[in-house]
């Protein structure tokens, strides 16, 4: 996996531990049940990698990351919901050290869209998963996001992270990518689907512009910015006080599209 292009700020941090199975693994939901074998990889923080373990158990659900710290968050989150059914392990999508058909599902979420070859890694996830599973990933899709009202300040936000992404060897716009991809990884029955996180109340705006905006102010994604070219720091401050501009609205509305497959080896 290249480097994570979002680093581990609290920005970033915030978005991730919001996530649940049911704000971003619902399309999963009907292929879980008591018994199976998960592979949760880029679990970060842990939050959906509970929610898998509670519906599989006493099913055991393996949670994989590529950056060590992030892996003791996930094993507080997890205890703090009284599981004994997850363990967790560095791991690389591009290489995973599991023997072939070790899962009954493989899960990925917001990982393709970062890592330098997206069909390598699926034709490994394809490896580790067992006849009769599923494979399962979903990725947000950057050039789909659309928000209301659009201050000017806030326009150059899109591209700028996009150069960033793609300078960092990802794909942004993976979302509308991934049925293609793992028709590369060889997967001839792939099922696709979307669905939309959608952000309006005072509290999501507040929330949603401080993680967005802010980390493009404090986190790798700013560094990397200006490392790159793409964009000064005063630039940057511009991009941050656009977004607050956003969320200032009453009428304000922020909707991110993601594709989903369910793909069985």
Not at 121 to 149: I, N, S, T
Not at 219 to 243: C, F, K, M, Q
Request: hydrophobic letters at 45%.
């Amino acid at each position: 996996m290249n480097a994570y292009t979002h680093g581990h700020h609290r920005t970033v941090l915030s978005a991730h531990q919001w996530r649940t199975v049911e704000n971003s693994a619902a399309y999963l939901v009907p292929h879980l049940r008591p018994g199976q074998d998960v592979l949760d990889i880029g679990c970060g923080p842990g939050t959906i990698t509970a929610g898998l373990a509670a519906r599989v158990a006493p099913g055991r659900v393996t949670a994989a990351d590529n950056a060590e710290g992030v892996l003791a968050d996930a094993a507080e989150a997890v205890a703090a919901q009284g599981l004994d059914n997850v363990s967790f392990e560095v791991a690389d999508v591009h290489a995973l050290h599991f023997p072939g058909a070790s899962f009954d599902v493989v899960h990925a979420h917001q990982v393709l869209q970062h890592v330098a070859d997206p069909v390598g890694a699926l034709r490994e996830m394809r490896r580790v998963c067992r006849p009769g599973g599923v494979v399962a990933v979903r990725e947000v899709d950057f050039g789909g996001m659309v928000w209301y009202p659009e201050p000017a300040a806030m326009a150059p936000w899109r591209d700028v992270y996009t150069a960033v992404a793609r300078g960092n060897g990802g794909e942004p716009h993976a979302g509308r990518r991934l049925r293609s991809w793992a028709m590369a990884a060889g997967f001839a029955d792939v099922t696709v689907t979307a669905s939309v996180w959608s952000y309006f109340t005072p509290e999501e705006r507040e929330w949603w512009s401080e993680s967005w905006g802010g980390r493009m102010v404090r986190s790798a994604v700013a560094d990397r910015a200006v490392e790159g070219g793409h964009a000064t720091r005063a630039e940057l401050d511009a991009i941050y006080a656009g977004w607050k501009e956003w969320a200032a609205a009453d009428d304000a509305w922020f909707g991110v599209p993601h594709g989903e497959i369910i793909c069985r080896p």
